[in-house]
């Protein structure tokens, strides 16, 4: 897999090059957001692994532009912790953010669960399966719908009592499981596995994250409900 790393503190940079080399990956290093955008323009990359203090354009602007001009999943790598950052990156189009310093392991494990979701995404808008499809060749539903929410599934788009409502990638993918059954809990472990085809356990922050993010975006928070120890469920309107 190729990757484009937009970092630009070279010590940094040689280091996280040399490590994904040995693990296979063919790393193509950016050292400011405009560099990074260029090389986007023309070339093509499994993952950007995007640094928020660039010299020349803030990360998150860089993010949003990235968005604008291609499906490729990004991850954030940065310093920066809060959770205001992480829903403010996520909302913009990451794909996942990870904070520094982090494990190695860790950064694998997301590099892979990013670019295994988009390698099924793919798959799925050509085979026409998808989330819920069940047994190959049976029937499914392509528009989910649980009281004010609609998801259409080979659409990706989500409407809130009739009005749209733009989502990540991960967001929809969340939401379209929750969908499949609502009013049913979901366990975080089956959602971890489910939307971001990993086991690893310190996914469960980002699914946090994530269902900040989307709770903000449907603007009806109570429709993402938490069921303390176990997991979440779509809510159901009371009857």
């Not at 819920?132 to 409407?159: F, H, I, K, N, Y």
């Not at 489910?194 to 989307?214: F, K, P, Y």
Request: charged fraction near 25%; charge should be neutral.
């Amino acid at each position: 897999m190729r990757l484009l790393l937009v970092e630009d503190d070279n010590h940094v940079a040689a280091a996280l090059i040399a490590v994904l080399g040995r693990h296979g990956f063919e790393v193509r290093h950016a050292r400011s957001g405009e560099e990074a955008l260029a090389a986007l323009r023309t070339d093509t990359f499994g993952v950007v692994l995007l640094d928020l203090g660039l010299p020349d354009v803030d990360g998150f602007e860089v993010c949003g532009r990235i968005r604008r001009l291609s499906g490729t999943p990004v991850i954030m790598v940065t310093a920066r912790a809060d959770v205001r950052s992480r829903i403010h990156g996520l909302n913009l189009g990451a794909d996942d953010y990870v904070v520094k310093p982090y494990d190695m392991g860790e950064l694998l494990a997301r590099i892979h669960a990013v670019s295994r979701r988009t390698a099924t995404d793919g798959t799925e808008a050509e085979s026409g399966a998808g989330a819920g499809s069940g047994e190959a060749g049976a029937p499914r539903e392509t528009v989910l719908r649980a009281g004010p929410v609609t998801v259409d599934l080979p659409g990706r788009q989500v409407t809130v009592a009739g009005e749209p409502v733009a989502l990540t990638r991960k967001e929809f993918d969340l939401l379209a499981l929750l969908a499949q059954r609502p009013g049913v809990v979901y366990r975080r472990e089956q959602i971890i596995s489910d939307v971001w085809q990993t086991s690893w356990e310190g996914t469960g922050r980002t699914l946090e994250v994530h269902i900040a993010s989307l709770r903000a975006k449907l603007r009806r928070p109570e429709l993402v409900e938490t069921v303390r120890g176990v997991g979440y469920r779509l809510a159901l309107p009371a009857a």
